[in-house]
Structure formats: structure tokens, C-alpha cells
């Protein structure tokens, strides 16, 4: 099973400013994993999930957004958590596994037995504990964490294939065209130092076929085009799907909730996920009122400490509201998430919406959003005028 003083190290892919665009305009003058769900940047969650690892020597956060967008932070979670937190700025993308490859001296310098990778992305329960343990039990090179969901939805994602018994991997494809399985990749992997042999091994094969193989110009300009670069190393392509079948990859499975953060509209489910997972994890940071000296709270409520909140205010559930805030007498809000420096004026009630930066809600303003696709032309619209100011006619 391993000695007590075995090191973990885990690193979260956090992207670039050429991805993500989907989650546009949010993500305009703040970096996505930056953005607050649940009153915490995305990539919080995942770090403060890493905390709870056996023997966790350092976290690092792997992308290509400028360092000087991720110093502060990166200096106040290590203080906060007490754990090293550094980030890493790849000079290009090198893909999934080619991004944790191009770190791997940095990454082996505290000799750890097993390297987490987590996508910023993913919002879940990061069972990263449970999962270490199943790994060793397994004995493999990796293990993938993976959830059941509905045939329909499946295509979106990679699918795979397990053994019931021993939960070996034995196929894997992503987004396939035809149903393949029902459960799929969550983007939360455990390996061993291995992993690093087996992407060494697609590169080298890569540069191996260039080289061995005679092409006309034409030929080998169409093969330009088809193929990625000898150190751009896919994870899912790349390494599941060659190495299922071969006793090195095996699956974890979560009963607990799982989403992807690709849009803004998702960003204000999983916040709402976030927010029910504090009961547990973090109840500390949940609101509680009854409208005497304090707001009246439904549910799970985030209201950071700057904010300023009416009494007779009605809040929640599903609230997130940011620093310096200001919510006015007999506001309402509901399924929301209000972002820094926000005013909502006396008696105005927003349902199901992010409000940007710095807006203003008028008295007796109605914000109501029922449709995602509507969410995101409001959102689209607050961001050009910078400010966001409605009021009754």
C-alpha cells in the first residue's frame, strides 16, 4: 500500500486565454479560473480538495495566461492553505498530457509516489482521498474518475468502458458519434510517476513516423495538417484510449454530483452545487439571517464579509453575493450570482442571472432569466455598456 512518507503532488490544468471562449464575456477581463463560484474562484475549489490529500508536498497550476494574473492569488491561497501553490506558464499549449510532461523535473523535484491531475473546469466533490486509496489498491499506472449519466448526454464527453470486477479500463473514446457507454470521463485523474514514460513514448513514436516516412510535398503538407506536433500530447486520445485494455488504467467512480464549467449559465448551477457542498465541507461560510438584524437566508447563501445587506432583504437559496456589494431594503434574490461592487436598489428582484461588475439594479427593477441563451445576450450586453442600469418606467 505504500509508506506513510510518500509524497503527493497535483496539478490543475487551468488553460489560456485562447480557450474558454464559450464562457465569454465573463471570462473578458478575468481569467475563467479566477471567475467566483460560490463565492471562491473556480480553481479554489479543486486546490482546497488537493488539501485534503495524505502527504500533499505541492500544488501547481499548469497553463498559459500571464503569471502577474495569477500571483496574487497563488500568494494568498498558499498562506491560506498552507500548502506550496505555484504557478506554471506553459510557452505554447502541449495539450493535457504534453502540458504535465513539459513540467515533469519540476513536478518529481519532491520525488512523489503519485501525481494528481484535475481540470479547473470540472465542478464535483473531488473524492481525491478515496480515490488514492482505490488506486494503490489497483495497482496500475492511473485512475480515472468517472460518473454514470443519461445516453443522451453521454456523446458529449469521453466515453469508456470498465470491468465490473476490477474496474479496469477496457475501451475508451472520446465523443464518440455512436453510444458507446453511459459513464464518462470526469477529468480527475491519480497516476504513478509512469505516466511520464508512457507520453515520452507517444512523442518519441511521433517523431519516430516523421522521420522513418517518405512523403511528396503534397503528401506531407496534408499530414502537417492532420497531425499534432511530436510534444502536443493528448490525455484522452493520446493515452487512454491505447493504453485501455493493458491492465495500466483503472476507474473510480463518483455517486455524488458532476458538471463541466463551459458556459455562463453553468457557472450558475455549479455555484449553487458549491453552495450545498458547504454544509459539509465549509459551513462557516454560509450565510444564516431571519430578517430582525440581518437579512431573512433561505437555503445556502454566500455573502462575502464587504458586502452590505439590507435587513428587510430576502436572500436565497442559491445566492453568491461578492465583496463590496450593496443590496438595498426589500430586495429579493434568487438563484444568483452578484459579482464585485454590484448596487441592487430598494425593492428590485433578480432571479436565475449574474450581475456584472459594478452594475446598478433600480428600485423596483424585476431581473428575471429563465433561458441560458437569454442569460448570455444579457450578460453580452452588460459588458459593453459597463454598466447595467434598470429601472420602471
Not at 495497482?139 to 468502458?161: C, D
Not at 467512480?253 to 455555484?271: A, H, N, V, Y
Not at 461560510?285 to 428587510?312: E, F, M, N, R
Request: hydrophobic fraction near 40%.
Amino acid at each position: 500500500m505504500g509508506s506513510s512518507d510518500e509524497k503527493v503532488v497535483a496539478v490543475i490544468m487551468v488553460g489560456g486565454p485562447t480557450k474558454g471562449t464559450r464562457f465569454r464575456p465573463l471570462s473578458l477581463n478575468i481569467p475563467k479560473p479566477l471567475f467566483p463560484l460560490a463565492g471562491q474562484p473556480m480553481v479554489h475549489h479543486p486546490i482546497s480538495a488537493c488539501k485534503r490529500i495524505p502527504n500533499l508536498a505541492q500544488i501547481y497550476l499548469v497553463g498559459f495566461y500571464e503569471e502577474r494574473e495569477f500571483a496574487m492569488y497563488v500568494s494568498s491561497i498558499s498562506n491560506e492553505l498552507r500548502v506550496p501553490v505555484r504557478y506554471l506558464r506553459e510557452d505554447k499549449p502541449h495539450g493535457s498530457a504534453g502540458g504535465l510532461y513539459n513540467f515533469r523535473d519540476l513536478i518529481m523535484e519532491d520525488n512523489p509516489s503519485h501525481i494528481f491531475l484535475l481540470n479547473c473546469d470540472v465542478c464535483c466533490s473531488f473524492p481525491l482521498p478515496e480515490m488514492l486509496e482505490a488506486h494503490k489498491r489497483y495497482g496500475g499506472m492511473g485512475t480515472i474518475l468517472v460518473i454514470k449519466v443519461s445516453a443522451e448526454s453521454a456523446s458529449q464527453f469521453g466515453e469508456l468502458v470498465a470491468d465490473p470486477v476490477t474496474n479496469e479500463l477496457l475501451h475508451y473514446t472520446e465523443k464518440p458519434e455512436t453510444f458507446v457507454s453511459d459513464h464518462i470521463n470526469c477529468g480527475v485523474y491519480v497516476f504513478t510517476p509512469d505516466i511520464f514514460t508512457a507520453i515520452q513514448g507517444v512523442s518519441s513514436q511521433r517523431k519516430d513516423r516523421a522521420n522513418l516516412r517518405r512523403l511528396s510535398s503534397f503528401e506531407a503538407l496534408q499530414s502537417a495538417t492532420r497531425s499534432p506536433p511530436a510534444d502536443f500530447v493528448r490525455l484522452d486520445q493520446d493515452i487512454l484510449t491505447p493504453f485501455a485494455g493493458k491492465k495500466q488504467l483503472y476507474t473510480y467512480e463518483t455517486m455524488d454530483f458532476w458538471e463541466q464549467i463551459k458556459t455562463p449559465g453553468m457557472s450558475l448551477k455549479c455555484s449553487g452545487l458549491y453552495l450545498s457542498q458547504f454544509r459539509v465541507t465549509s459551513p462557516n461560510l454560509l450565510a444564516c439571517g431571519d430578517g430582525t438584524k440581518s437579512a431573512t437566508i433561505i437555503g445556502d447563501v454566500y455573502i462575502h464579509p464587504s458586502a452590505k445587506v439590507h435587513p428587510s432583504a430576502k436572500i436565497g437559496p442559491n445566492v453568491s453575493i461578492s465583496a463590496s456589494a450593496r443590496i438595498g431594503a426589500g430586495v429579493r434574490l434568487i438563484s444568483c450570482i452578484i459579482l464585485d461592487g454590484v448596487e441592487i436598489m430598494e425593492n428590485a428582484v433578480v432571479t436565475h442571472a449574474i450581475v456584472g461588475w459594478k452594475s446598478s439594479i433600480g428600485k423596483w427593477s424585476r431581473v428575471q432569466v429563465d433561458e441560458i441563451k437569454v442569460l448570455n445576450l444579457v450578460l453580452a450586453h452588460l459588458w459593453q455598456e459597463k454598466q447595467w442600469v434598470l429601472r420602471m418606467k
